[in-house]
């Protein structure tokens, strides 16, 4: 079982950047792919960005030229630079992965864009 640790969220203002980080531990082998969700207050929680084990990317619309997932050389930490974020990206951001035909989920880090 792989254990994720979210980090990076904070307090930006509008226009700001943050890069998130995913670090992973215990059994990393096996993993086909991480995605960064997001999940704002009384909504559902949302699929950001993907990556997978050969290092193709997915975004979804609402973060295309904004976001990017990326991965350590490692691939024991998988990143998420957000960029021109908007008070609509307020949430808070979880990261998974699919190993073994399940999905396991970090504890999420939050994410305010506020004046």
């Known amino acids: 079982q792989v254990q994720l640790v979210e980090s990076g969220g904070g307090l930006v203002q509008p226009g700001g950047s943050l890069r998130l980080s995913c670090g992973a531990s215990?059994?990393?082998?096996?993993?086909?792919?991480t995605g960064w969700y997001r999940q704002a207050p009384g909504k559902q929680r949302e699929l950001v960005a993907t990556?997978?084990?050969?290092?193709?990317?997915n975004y979804a619309d609402f973060v295309k030229g904004r976001f990017t997932i990326s991965r350590d050389n490692a691939k024991t930490t998988v990143y998420l630079q957000m960029n021109s974020l908007n008070p609509d990206d307020t949430a808070i951001y979880y990261c998974?992965?699919?190993?073994?035909?399940?999905?396991?989920w970090g504890q999420g880090t939050q994410v305010t864009v506020s004046s």
């Open positions: 990556i997978t084990s050969d290092g193709s990317t």
């Open positions: 998974n992965t699919f190993q073994d035909s399940r999905l396991n």
């Open positions: 215990g059994r990393i082998l096996g993993i086909y792919a």
